[in-house]
């Protein structure tokens, strides 16, 4: 799956897909019945950043990575979890109760207890579905922007192959190395804007030449001011010094 975070609004449309797919009803063996409260084996989290009036909200939606080399399987022993052929993760309903110790072991949260059934529970990708002919989970069938793409990354054809080809894709927690099969484009970072004003008149500034220096990594990026004297750099990393310069023909040169 690749997930566009920069197309996603936080509808939740996804999340209530889910939730319909999975609350009263048994796909054994690929999944029980989901709790009508409590479990989401798709969420979304809310971020902002920056500061008043220079304000972002982004929404990402969260599930199971579908691991390579899944922790959650290597809590068990008994092979209450297993891989697919085509790489989706399964939590054995049949083999998998009372194995709460399991939600412990994911890394991403991604596990889900069920009380009334003693059960570790948590995404399939809709595996039923897709055995049944879908060729993709609910969750991407109702995203009404596009912004979750499901497919096969093996088949350089298929879209999610195509994305992955041509943008810049992250994971999350890279540093687990875990070889997910859930990839992001787009994941919010850090970034610095401002408005540019003329002194002497106090009118928006105009075609502002910026430059950002990055002194730690001898790194310039550059872009001008629009018509209301506003300039942008994101994809920048937190908590670091940069180093921004405006020029205009004719004024002092500003650095902050
Ligand atoms: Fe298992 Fe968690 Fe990886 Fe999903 S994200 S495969 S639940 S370790
Ligand atoms: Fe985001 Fe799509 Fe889910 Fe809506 S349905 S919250 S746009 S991923």
């Not at 969260?62 to 297993?82: D, N």
């Not at 921004?244 to 650095?255: H, I, P, Q, R, W």
Request: proline content about 7%.
């Amino acid at each position: 799956m690749v997930v566009d975070v920069t197309r996603c609004n936080g509808c939740y449309n996804c999340v209530i897909a889910c939730k319909d797919e999975h609350w009263e009803n048994d796909w054994n063996p690929i999944a029980a019945a989901q709790p009508r409260h409590g479990a989401f084996w798709i969420s979304i989290e809310k971020k902002e950043r920056g500061q008043f009036p220079r304000v972002k909200v982004s929404y990402t939606p969260k599930l199971c990575m579908h691991c390579h080399a899944p922790p959650c399987a290597q809590s068990t022993s008994e092979g209450e979890v297993y891989t697919r052929p085509d790489g989706i993760v399964i939590i054995d309903p049949g083999k998998a109760v009372n194995r709460k110790e399991m939600l412990g072991a994911c890394p991403y949260e991604a596990i889900f207890w069920n009380e009334e059934k003693k059960l570790p529970q948590k995404c399939t990708f809709c595996a039923h579905l897709l055995d049944g002919g879908w060729k993709e989970p609910r969750c991407v069938q109702a995203c009404p922007t596009h912004a979750l793409v499901f497919g096969d990354s093996d088949d350089p054809h298929s879209e999610v192959s195509k994305i992955l080809a041509t943008k810049k894709s992250d994971v999350l927690h890279p540093e687990l190395n875990l070889k997910t099969s859930v990839f992001y484009v787009g994941l919010p970072k850090a970034f610095i804007a401002g408005t540019a004003i003329f002194g002497d008149t106090d009118e928006c500034a105009e075609a502002v030449r910026v430059t950002l220096e990055d002194p730690s990594a001898s790194k310039t990026l550059t872009t001008a001011t629009n018509n209301y004297g506003d300039f942008e750099f994101e994809n920048l990393m937190p908590r670091k010094k940069y180093l921004v310069k405006l020029e205009s023909d004719g004024y002092l040169t500003a650095s902050v």
